[in-house]
């Protein structure tokens, strides 16, 4: 054999098994990298077993949250008052005994304690009323009485009006009256028809009457029954009670639909009073005081109502623009029954604008309200701008009298400027 072959066939040999060698290699890497990829690590064998212990251990959290709670883990304050509802009566009367011996100090006591009341008002409202009287706050307990009574009124409007009449009799007539209200409340959202004229019946006393009524005609629109509501007050005789509940079913409707609200009030012709129409004014402008001051206008220029709700239609719309609200105000004729509406316009513009406030101030018609508003606004604007207010002295045609009263003018923060709305 020659050299040259020799060496040929000792070359091919060589790659043949540097080949062999790489793809032996290398098909044992995949084979080790199929077997870690499929290899399941220990931790994770039971997926579902771990996720199943994780919600039952949640579960348990909650469900004892409110112990926790009243032991003292406040970071479980929330899924507390959710665990209530689910309470039996048995475990409601344990943990109302808790619940009282918390400090007074602890902001949530009133509110747990009348939460747990009403809970237990689901199986025994009488019992839950005794309790509701152990509170040392005259006003948490008058609040956690109403609570429970609008539960029984719920659960058994008969017996709750029953106890109601032998048990209030000898309450102040404030007190009677909001418990009262409270029964139904809870009748209304079980039965509003049937309330409405448990309601009615009642012959003694009027104005109690009313505010029965009232209750029942809100909540019944609040629960979606605002057509039967509306046909119930269209078919009374009475049109003095017809007219009272009448405002109320407008002032509810407009909260969530004005303009239909609007087109009744249309249709009621000459029996919608100013009342009726400031009622769905009123509400009306809390969302779109724009479009209830259009409303307004479209009134003829002599309806009383105009004046009367426009006050409200200032004081809402003077939050967001004193500009607009300024104009539409100049467009209605001066008069004394719309002091109210420029004295709204006038406290909001002192805060931002004391130089404008003061020439409403100085336009309003009664001779009292004008010169009090007047150094209502002075006062203000001697604090944000005591030179400006110097000149405007200096340069009005106040007389000598009148410059020392507004000089000497003081801010008054119990007063109007302290209530108003921000």
């Known amino acids: ?105 602890d902001p949530n006591r009133s509110r747990l304690i009348r939460d747990l009341l009403r809970q237990l008002a689901e199986t025994e409202p009488v019992a839950a009323l005794e309790l509701a009287s152990q509170m040392k706050s005259l006003r948490d307990t008058e609040r956690a009485r109403v609570a429970v009574l609008e539960v029984w009124g719920r659960k058994d409007s008969a017996a709750a009006i029953a106890w109601a009449n032998n048990a209030l009799v000898d309450e102040p007539s404030r007190t009677r009256n909001s418990q009262l209200m409270a029964i139904y409340r809870g009748y209304a959202a079980n039965n509003p028809a049937a309330a409405f004229q448990q309601a009615l019946a009642i012959n003694d006393n009027d104005r109690l009457k009313n505010h029965l009524l009232d209750q029942v005609i809100k909540v019944q629109i609040e629960s979606g029954g605002l057509q039967a509501a509306k046909l119930a007050v269209d078919l009374l005789a009475d049109p003095e009670m017809q007219r009272s509940l009448r405002r109320e079913l407008v002032d509810e409707w407009a909260e969530f639909d004005p303009q239909a609200a609007a087109a009744y009030v249309a249709t009621l012709g000459e029996d919608a009073d100013s009342s009726i129409k400031s009622a769905l004014v009123s509400e009306w402008a809390e969302s779109d005081p724009a479009a209830a001051a259009a409303w307004l206008s479209s009134l003829d220029a002599d309806d009383p109502a105009i004046a009367r709700a426009s006050s409200s239609v200032i004081r809402e719309w003077t939050r967001y623009d004193l500009a607009a609200s300024a104009d539409w105000l100049n467009s209605l004729p001066a008069s004394p029954e719309l002091d109210r509406a420029v004295i709204s316009y006038t406290f909001r513009a002192a805060e931002e604008d004391p130089e404008t406030a003061m020439s409403w101030a100085s336009s309003i018609e009664d001779d009292g309200r004008r010169t009090w508003m007047m150094e209502r606004v002075a006062s203000t604007w001697k604090e944000q701008d005591a030179e400006t207010f110097k000149n405007y002295l200096d340069k009005s045609e106040l007389s000598a009298e009148q410059r020392e009263k507004l000089e000497n003018s003081q801010s008054r923060g119990n007063g109007y400027w302290g209530r108003r709305r921000n």
Do not use: C
């Open 1 to 105: 054999m020659k050299s040259s072959t020799l060496i040929l066939y000792l070359a091919v040999w060589s790659i043949s098994l540097a080949a062999a060698y790489y793809i032996g290699s290398h098909v044992q890497g995949v084979a080790l990298n199929t077997n870690q990829a499929v290899k399941v690590p220990l931790e994770l064998e039971k997926p579902k077993f771990i996720q199943a212990s994780a919600i039952e251990e949640v579960t348990t959290n909650k469900k004892n949250a409110l112990t926790a709670y009243l032991g003292g883990d406040v970071s479980l304050l929330e899924d507390a008052f959710l665990e209530i509802p689910t309470l039996s009566g048995e475990a409601t009367r344990e943990l109302l005994v808790q619940a009282f011996d918390l400090p007074a100090s």
